[in-house]
């Protein structure tokens, strides 16, 4: 998986920290922001700012420290960002409803339909 170039500005990292002490979910839009989240994130669950390259390769067994729902399209099988979404909602749950999304003849990939997953 390559990595992604990224930045976290100081006062999103600010935001971010402030709503998980209060309680409050944070709710990734896409794979991209997760997988930048969850690289920027340090062992005790906070988050730093600033720039770099995400090369975290987010598989089942990953601790999500920051992130607490995503929200996501469709992604092709046998993809890295499909393990991703395994990793986040459990493989059993994703195929359920990829199943689903299937039967249904929703459109998969880019520009395809989304879910949230929590």
Same mark, same amino acid.
């Given at each position: 998986?390559? *990595?992604?170039?990224?930045?976290?500005? %100081? +006062?999103?990292?600010?935001?971010?920290?402030? *709503?998980?002490?209060?309680?409050?979910?944070?709710?990734?839009?896409?794979?991209?922001?997760?997988?930048?989240?969850?690289?920027?994130?340090?062992?005790?669950?906070?988050?730093?700012?600033g720039?770099g390259? *995400?090369?975290?390769?987010?598989?089942? %067994? /990953?601790?999500?420290?920051?992130?607490? *729902?995503?929200?996501?399209?469709?992604?092709?099988?046998? @993809?890295? &960002?499909?393990?991703?979404?395994?990793?986040? +909602? %459990? &493989?059993?749950?994703? &195929?359920?409803?990829?199943? /689903?999304?299937?039967? @249904? %003849?929703?459109?998969?990939? @880019?520009?395809?339909?989304?879910?949230?997953? /929590?």
């Amino acid at each position: 998986m390559d *990595a992604e170039p990224l930045e976290i500005p %100081g +006062a999103t990292a600010r935001a971010i920290q402030e *709503a998980k002490a209060e309680g409050r979910r944070v709710i990734a839009v896409g794979t991209t922001t997760t997988r930048a989240l969850e690289w920027a994130a340090t062992a005790d669950g906070r988050l730093r700012p600033g720039a770099g390259e *995400a090369d975290l390769f987010i598989r089942p %067994g /990953h601790r999500f420290r920051i992130v607490d *729902a995503l929200i996501t399209n469709f992604h092709l099988p046998r @993809s890295t &960002l499909l393990v991703l979404v395994a990793a986040f +909602a %459990g &493989l059993d749950v994703v &195929l359920d409803a990829y199943r /689903h999304a299937v039967a @249904s %003849g929703y459109r998969f990939y @880019s520009y395809g339909d989304a879910m949230l997953i /929590h």
